[in-house]
């Protein structure tokens, strides 16, 4: 079992900033890619930024120039900074965790249950 937990939610103003935190553990062999999604309210979920092994993040349209994500291997690690904040980044925040299995080498991928972010105008 891989449980993902995110950390750093919470509230910010318009044009300010807010740093999401989120760590794997478990049963893991290696994780191959992290990556941040979110969903407002009556909206389906959508990916916000993602970063595989030796692979360049990849940033959703409306999120570039905004918002890094970065990952810290040794911790099973993955940050979401976020600058420019705008009302309609208001949204839970999910992060996932994709890799293989201790013993079984079976991939996996697994969810956190999500941090609020709120952005005020």
């Known amino acids: 079992q891989v449980e993902v937990v995110e950390s750093g939610g919470g509230s910010a103003q318009a044009g300010g900033s807010l740093k999401l935190s989120c760590a794997a553990s478990g049963n893991i062999f290696r994780i191959n890619v992290m990556g941040w999604f979110r969903q407002a309210p009556g909206k389906q979920r959508e990916l916000v930024a993602s970063l595989g092994n030796g692979l360049s993040p990849n940033y959703a349209d409306f999120v570039k120039g905004r918002f890094t994500i970065s990952r810290d291997n040794a911790k099973n690690a993955v940050y979401l900074e976020m600058n420019s904040l705008k009302p309609e980044d208001t949204a839970v925040y999910y992060c996932?965790?994709?890799?293989?299995?201790?013993?079984?080498?079976?991939?996996?991928?697994?969810w956190g249950q999500g941090t609020q972010v709120t952005v005020s105008s």
């Open positions: 996932n965790a994709q890799g293989l299995w201790t013993g079984t080498f079976a991939p996996f991928t697994s």
